[in-house]
């Protein structure tokens, strides 16, 4: 038995060592003219390089079987070709035709490399370029341009998304596909992720528990890292933003290298802002926050295989808006002393990718670290807990043709919860939570057009605590927890390619999401209220239906989906109408069956006649509500977007110039829960302005942009201030300025 293993793993070394995969091409346009500096990336690999001035390009030491590499061009639509490697050179020219209109991009999110097309999943991709996204100290506010995404927010520092009325743990994070795990429970903690070497971000909306198990029951939002720099150069930039509204000012400064198969970069950052100003220009008492970060990445790539190692490091600072602060500070300041909460994040990651002849093996792991501490008066710790958090999955790719793809895989996260230093207040218990999963997708195209996608998987979670106060003192005492929860979840979906322009999408999913530790023990005071938990809670179970129409041409693109989700136990925290001795409202964790249902629409469109010229819409709307009628909590407004912007490629001594006008307006949200209260509509406008200036050999960009010009007094229906009678910021100018650098080194 022995021999016939050494003589299978000789016979495999052997075809992989002897594989001598290479692809060569040449990119033109449309006119047959090389294009310089064109991109070419296999995201399966991690690895890319650039087109050289003749337009000729090379990549090297690639694996045997199917891989997709993507082909892009500032001002020219992107192009995704599938090939099929066997250990001989290909060829591979490309021509990419000149378009105003954005491309589908390559993702990852939905389990394996594939384009927005193919996905049965509608997956949404958020690049974050500087000149296109919103300016604002507020890194979550940057996502609400996604139609049907939100955010709870408490101000600049503290918020949280919301995808089509779900939020908190019914949204699985993930930091570059490990899933995020820093006390994302609450509506008064924040993201905990900054926009430091983040190229875009993928948001699949609608459950995806198949693919990442529970608290995907509402959707996901994978922060992509940056590429690595393009083979034989080194590259860098720096960023500085300044906002007016918050005094604010944000640095971020990175360089990247990359070798034929080595590869890595460090990214430091920072921001610090004081108190912001509400509409009207009166300051927001401990609104400010102060974040720093460090990240730093490393791989190897070959035909062997890809492997990746990252570490992230997040520190914030983060003042509470709460009672006893507004009361005691007086004056606009930026540092935190009091009333404040403070989180230290720390996360290793190692994410590799085997080539197996027809297969591929993913196999990665993380660990991750936050600590999180609340301050009251100057040195009162009145929390302090600790969450650590071992996550690790294998998935394999079993042999696939162009037209189909098969994969299984195990899943599984590991995690504690610590209190420290027995600090005056345990919200939550220490407690040990396990999870452990298998799953198996499949894709299949029929005739060139139909995308079949279906898959299944099993989740086996366990949650034990420990014991808190005594027995004799019924009033603070909290029982010992040990719960087990199993279940299934999956979903089958399609896509249908009518014609070359038009898709349409459609997807059932059944998902869950079991109790997380805060709901089924929480038993103290969190910022202004008194939390209650329920050891008796059960998991949701959420069944929903999706449908979506996509048209695009060269100058025009439309969009439109519905969905109706059906969470059978869906879990919220609500008012018992009681107060504690002290005055403080009583919250208790509750269930109810509900339904969410809604859609959103896109349209993009850029005139023939006025190449220049861009207009874009969107309009989103949810309503949730319960079995008995009442509504769902933290559900945001109707809301509908306009864009008009202007691109010149090159305006006399500006290369790249633009200027834009958008205007988001929030219809009345009348649909409040029980302890909400209805909203007043509102409309903001804002300005940018912006372009490339060359300084000799030095390319700098610029931008100047000005968010709630008039400077408007709302309340958005998410925003916690409305607990204190405080208003939404009010106007913000911000100036942007990058400077790119970077060398070319021999090969």
Not at 442 to 470: C, E, M, N, P, W
Not at 567 to 590: C, L, M, Q, R, W
Not at 670 to 684: I, K, Q, R, V
Not at 686 to 701: M, R, T, W
Request: hydrophobic share 35%; with cysteine.
């Amino acid at each position: 038995m022995n021999r016939i293993f050494i003589i299978c793993v000789m016979i495999l070394s052997y075809h992989i060592s002897n594989a001598q995969n290479k692809i060569t091409g040449k990119i033109t346009d449309q006119d047959n003219l090389p294009l310089t500096g064109a991109g070419i990336f296999i995201s399966d690999m991690n690895k890319g390089t650039v087109s050289n001035t003749d337009g000729t390009y090379e990549l090297s030491n690639l694996p045997n079987g199917k891989i997709k590499i993507q082909f892009s061009y500032i001002g020219y639509g992107n192009r995704v070709e599938s090939v099929v490697l066997n250990g001989k050179s290909l060829e591979l020219n490309i021509v990419l035709t000149q378009t105003a209109i954005e491309a589908e991009e390559v993702v990852v999110s939905g389990g394996y490399n594939s384009t927005q097309h193919e996905n049965a999943v509608k997956i949404d991709v958020l690049k974050l370029d500087p000149q296109t996204i919103i300016s604002t100290p507020n890194f979550t506010e940057v996502l609400t341009k996604v139609p049907g995404v939100d955010m709870i927010s408490k101000g600049s520092g503290v918020s949280k998304p919301v995808i089509r009325g779900l939020s908190m743990n019914d949204i699985l994070v993930l930091n570059n596909g490990v899933r995020y795990e820093n006390y994302q429970y609450s509506s008064h903690h924040p993201l905990g992720i900054d926009e430091f070497g983040i190229e875009d971000v993928e948001i699949i909306k609608g459950p995806a528990s198949l693919l990442y198990g529970s608290d995907a029951i509402g959707g996901v939002i994978n922060f992509i890292k940056e590429k690595p720099a393009p083979i034989g150069s080194i590259i860098g930039d720096y960023n500085m933003q300044l906002f007016s509204n918050t005094l604010g000012m944000t640095n971020n400064l990175g360089i990247k290298g990359a070798g034929k198969k080595f590869f890595g970069g460090l990214r430091v950052g920072q921001k610090t802002n004081s108190d912001f100003l509400q509409g009207g220009g009166a300051f927001v008492p401990n609104s400010r926050f102060n974040e720093m970060s460090v990240k730093a990445n490393a791989g190897f790539t070959d035909k062997v295989g890809t492997f990746k190692l990252f570490y992230d490091f997040n520190n914030q600072k983060l003042g509470l808006v709460e009672d006893e602060a507004i009361e005691a500070i007086t004056q606009r300041g930026r540092e935190n002393h009091i009333w404040y909460q403070e989180l230290n994040t720390h996360l290793l990651s190692s994410q590799n990718k085997l080539y197996l002849g027809r297969f591929k093996l993913d196999i990665n792991s993380a660990f991750q670290n936050t600590e999180l501490v609340h301050f009251g008066n100057v040195g009162v710790y009145e929390i302090q807990m600790e969450l650590a958090t071992l996550t690790y999955d294998v998935k394999l790719h079993l042999p696939s043709k162009e037209n189909s793809e098969y994969i299984i895989g195990f899943q599984g996260f590991n995690q504690t919860n610590t209190n420290l230093n027995d600090r005056e207040t345990k919200l939550l218990p220490d407690a040990t939570t396990n999870n452990y999963s298998a799953f198996g997708l499949l894709q299949y195209t029929f005739f060139k057009k139909l995308k079949v996608q279906t898959g299944i998987r099993y989740d086996k979670k366990s949650i034990s605590s420990h014991a808190i106060g005594l027995v004799t003192e019924p009033m603070t005492y909290r029982a010992p927890l040990d719960k087990s929860f199993g279940s299934f979840s999956g979903s089958i979906g399609a896509t249908y390619n009518l014609s070359e322009k038009l898709l349409f999408r459609a997807n059932f999913a059944a998902a869950y999401r079991t109790p997380n530790l805060a709901e089924l023990t929480s038993n103290g005071q969190h910022e202004l209220r008194y939390e209650i938990g329920d050891h008796n809670l059960v998991p949701e179970n959420a069944y929903e239906t999706d449908l979506s129409l996509h048209y695009h041409k060269d100058n025009f693109t439309f969009d439109i989906a519905g969905f109706y989700n059906i969470v059978n136990n869906y879990i919220f925290i609500s008012p018992t109408g009681e107060i504690t001795a002290s005055g403080i409202d009583i919250f208790k964790y509750k269930q109810a069956n509900s339904t969410l249902f809604g859609g959103e629409a896109g349209l993009h469109v850029h005139p023939e006649t006025l190449k220049w010229l861009h207009f874009e819409t969107t309009f989103s709307s949810v309503t949730g509500k319960q079995k008995n009628g009442d509504y769902l909590p933290f559900v945001p407004a109707h809301k509908l977007r306009f864009e008009l912007r202007g691109e010149k490629e090159k305006l006399m001594f500006l290369k790249k110039a633009f200027a834009s006008i958008n205007t988001c307006t929030a219809f009345n949200q009348n649909n409040a829960a029980p302890d909400e209260t209805a909203t007043a509509g509102y409309t903001l406008i804002d300005l940018c302005i912006g372009s490339n200036v060359k300084l000799k050999n030095q390319l700098i960009s610029l931008s100047l942009c000005a968010n709630n010009i008039l400077d408007r007094k709302y309340i958005d229906h998410l925003s916690t201030l409305k607990e204190v009678n405080l208003y939404n910021p009010g106007r913000n100018i911000s100036l942007n300025l990058k400077i790119p650098f970077g060398v070319k080194m021999n090969n």
